[in-house]
């Protein structure tokens, strides 16, 4: 009598099981159109991380490119000016 309550408790679960395996196939990551909000969130801060990221290296190459710029004009001016105070240099470049 044991192994037959046994039997019907199993026989009333079985079906029980495959309902929770179809709610659990949705949060499948296996399965298409997973995508629980958690996950969705994570996802997007993520991208926001890697545009930040990459907003922040433009920055700091262009805020680069201009300091080396700036450099370059003041060495040049620098340069013109020690040319320029030579003796006969301002006729020759006239």
């Known amino acids: 009598m044991n192994k037959n309550k046994w039997?019907?408790?199993?026989?009333?679960?079985?079906?029980?099981?495959?309902?929770?395996?179809m709610l659990?196939?949705?949060n499948d990551p296996n399965?298409?159109?997973y995508n629980p909000s958690q996950q969705r969130m994570q996802s997007q801060m993520q991208n926001q991380q890697q545009q930040?990221?990459?907003k922040l290296?433009?920055?700091?190459?262009?805020?680069?490119?201009?300091?080396?710029?700036k450099v370059q004009e003041q060495r040049n001016s620098a340069q013109q000016q020690v040319?320029?105070?030579?003796?006969?240099?301002?006729?020759?470049?006239n």
């Open 7 to 21: 039997l019907i408790m199993i026989a009333a679960l079985l079906p029980l099981s495959s309902m929770a395996n």
């Open 24 to 26: 659990n196939s949705t």
């Open 31 to 33: 399965k298409p159109g």
């Open 52 to 54: 930040q990221k990459l």
């Open 57 to 69: 290296q433009q920055n700091q190459q262009q805020q680069s490119q201009d300091v080396q710029r």
């Open 83 to 93: 040319i320029q105070s030579q003796p006969g240099q301002k006729q020759q470049q």
